[in-house]
């Protein structure tokens, strides 16, 4: 028993370092708790508690007390940036560059920051490189965003600054430099693309011509008040997914996927894909998830594992829908599953009768081919922020904050909404307070506890609002969905800097953007 996001991953990884038959490992984790990445994959923690068990031949527990976590399993990298637009006289971007270095053990994988800037704007001439520095320090990996996150972070305060030179408004520079293609292949189109969409529509919600355009001239008593906004994205990623379905003589259907739930609702959705397929209500749906012997799935994870585990339940629910129709001695193609009934023209079965006899099963799974050659799948995202500095200390308060998404069928609007929610708020603390200080002595993080590493809470988590276009994206899936969970957080944190600098008139390049870092740039207090 563990807590991971890739069951899969897990099983394989822990034959391979155990020297163990897959077939004699078993691996269960139903709930998971909070996962952001750090549980993708095989962790220091599954495999003492084997050993140990192994070595006294008794049941292990192995918990991991929180100043442990950041040393011993895994964080984000940090990251230099540098960044480099080149634009005609009308703001058409010419020439983008971007290069991104950070650190991590020999042979770690770099941080992926530069991913964004290969698709989001137009632009004949485009450089991206990434660059590793062996530094002797816990393991850089997945933490909390992919690296369209601290990628986004840099690029966006240089898309801001860059309109500004050319004066022009940050949303219209950004929407004159849409693609509808794949910039540096243009013959690949993108699936969906609505990132004018969100940009306008998120515009006009917000209140955007209301911004004044000139830094530091907004005042709010002694706050300085400012707007500020970014595009965010996120690649929409697809990945084989498996699933079992069983039909039971009470008309219960039984799910069984290896998919995990790190709280962001996997079970709804689950269930609702096999309710609606199977015409059944989704109390009569039991879905079980994380567990080894059941068919592997795409896992949780980069926003990838909602639309492929339902479209692996789809698959395996048509052939399930076949197997009913074949037991009733019906044609498949013609059948409608509705209210626990299976009609056909003017005859009505009740579901459950199929299985009076003994329970149906079905297993089938979803995959992609080639499809993501052919086509560029991404999610797009506008947001938009308004903060308030102190102009005296320079403290600085988000009042509120809006993102408009793009992110092909909503599966559960609930859901997603409360995942965008809850990426907003990690975007928020990664622009103002979030930072790991380094040892450089024994090369070990020392504000390792919730004492000394700063996140937000209730107090600094202001007024949040969800918008989601209208979209489906039939080439995505069956389902005709994407992912929304990384999207929430690529893009807030350069929102929140570029309305530091709209409200104080100062540019920081350097996050968290703390008040020592605005004090000297700040107006006379009136």
């Known amino acids: 028993w563990t807590t991971n996001q890739m069951i899969n991953w897990c099983h394989s990884d822990l034959a391979k370092t155990l020297n163990i038959p897959q077939e004699n490992i078993r691996v269960r984790s139903p709930y ?17 508690a084997a050993l140990g068990a192994r070595a006294i031949q008794r049941p292990v527990k192995v918990m991991l007390t929180r100043p442990m976590i950041p040393n011993n399993t895994t964080h984000r990298p940090a990251t230099i940036q540098r960044v480099r637009i080149g634009t005609d006289e009308s703001g058409h971007i010419s020439a983008i560059a971007h290069e991104s270095w950070n650190g991590n053990l020999p042979g770690g994988p770099t941080e992926t920051a530069t991913n964004q800037t290969e698709l989001l704007y137009a632009g004949a001439n485009r450089l991206t490189g990434l660059r590793l520095a062996k530094l002797d320090l816990p393991e850089g990996n997945s933490m909390r965003a992919p690296g369209e996150a601290p990628g986004m972070m840099v690029l966006e305060i240089a898309m801001d600054e860059m309109a500004e030179k050319l004066g022009i408004d940050p949303v219209e520079f950004r929407i004159l430099n849409d693609t509808q293609v794949d910039p540096a292949n243009p013959e690949r189109l993108f699936s969906q693309r609505q990132l004018i969409e969100c940009l306008r529509t998120g515009a006009e919600h917000f209140g955007w011509q209301q911004r004044n355009p000139t830094p530091a001239q907004v005042r709010d008593g002694r706050w300085l008040v400012g707007m500020g906004m970014a595009a965010g994205f996120r690649n929409n990623l697809v990945t084989p997914s498996g699933a079992r379905v069983r039909l039971d003589a009470q008309g219960t259907v039984t799910v069984e996927t290896d ?46 594992g909602g639309n492929s585990s339902t479209a692996g339940v789809y698959a395996a629910c048509v052939k399930l829908r076949e197997a009913v129709a074949d037991r009733l001695g019906i044609d498949a193609s013609s059948a409608m599953f509705a209210d626990e009934q299976v009609r056909v023209g003017e005859r009505s079965i009740p579901l459950h009768e199929a299985a009076a006899q003994s329970e149906l099963v079905a297993e089938d799974k979803i995959e992609f081919g080639d499809l993501a050659e052919k086509y560029q799948q991404s999610t797009f995202a506008g947001h938009f922020v308004e903060v308030a500095v102190d102009s005296a200390t320079g403290e600085v308060r988000v009042r509120r904050m809006l993102a408009v998404c793009a992110a092909g069928r909503i599966l559960n609007p609930k859901t997603a909404r409360s995942q965008v929610i809850g990426a907003m708020t990690m975007g928020l603390g990664a622009a103002l307070m979030e930072e790991l200080a380094v040892d450089t002595r024994l090369g070990f993080f020392v504000n390792h506890d919730m004492a000394g590493y700063e996140v937000p809470v209730h107090a600094d988590v202001p007024q949040q609002e969800v918008i989601f276009l209208d979209e489906t994206d039939p080439i995505s899936s069956p389902m005709k969905a994407k992912g929304v969970g990384e999207l929430g957080i690529c893009g807030v944190s350069a929102a929140i800097a570029n309305a530091i600098y709209n409200a104080t008139g100062v540019r920081v390049r350097d996050y968290p953007i703390t008040l020592d870092k605005l004090l000297h740039g700040l107006p006379d207090p009136v």
Request: proline share 3%; glycine share 20%; charged share 15%.
């Open 32 to 48: 998971i708790g909070g996962g952001f990445g750090g549980k993708l994959f095989l962790r220091s923690d599954a495999l003492l």
């Open 259 to 304: 998919m995990t739930d790190i709280g962001t609702g996997s079970y709804t959705i689950i269930a609702q894909t096999a309710a609606e397929m199977m015409g059944v209500p989704i109390e009569k749906v039991v879905v079980k998830l994380g567990d080894s012997t059941f068919p592997v799935s795409s896992g949780s994870g980069g926003q990838w």
